[in-house]
């Protein structure tokens, strides 16, 4: 690949972290139970506070697959720290999941009788199908991707 592609996909990594970031920053100052609150009391909130413990998960995988692009602009792809990155994104996506789906629990469990949580369960559901199928692609991918570096060992070997 050439280093103008992955420069771009380095900085679009780092712009969807940035976006992330000012996401989980304003979103609390806006929304609904936040209106009557002081500022320590909103970002102390339990489920708030449970959304920032739950985003590590997702800042992990982006700073793992900024470093893959990393390994590519370097052409180490075939290597077993590229296999033990795409592994770790992969175990990202799969805590990312779960923990959506024990926040979706939450609110379907505890939430107010005069609120509506369809829309937040709508968002968890989605969310976590696309946790999985990222989760699921990266499996094949690290499969494929270790079937390749076994057999660059063995020819290494051979020579």
Do not use: W
Not at 66 to 83: E, H
Not at 90 to 110: D, E, Q
Not at 129 to 149: D, G, P, W
């Amino acid at each position: 690949m050439k280093k103008i592609s992955i420069l771009f996909l380095q900085a679009v990594i780092v712009l969807i972290g940035i976006v992330a970031l000012s996401i989980m920053i304003l979103f609390p100052l806006t929304e609904g139970r936040a209106q009557n609150l002081d500022m320590f009391s909103i970002y102390f909130d339990p489920f708030i506070l449970y959304a920032y413990a739950s985003s590590i998960a997702f800042f992990v995988a982006l700073f793992k697959t900024f470093k893959l692009l990393a390994y590519i602009g370097q052409n180490k792809l075939f290597s077993l720290n590229s296999v033990r990155t795409l592994r770790s994104i992969k175990y990202c996506a799969i805590i990312l999941s779960i923990l959506i789906v024990t926040a979706g629990l939450y609110i379907r469990i505890f939430h107010n009788n005069e609120d509506d949580p369809a829309g937040f369960i709508a968002v968890c559901i989605v969310l976590t199908f696309i946790s999985i199928a990222v989760a699921t692609a990266l499996a094949v991918l690290e499969k494929v991707l270790q079937n390749a570096v076994d057999m660059k060992s063995e020819n290494d070997l051979t020579i």
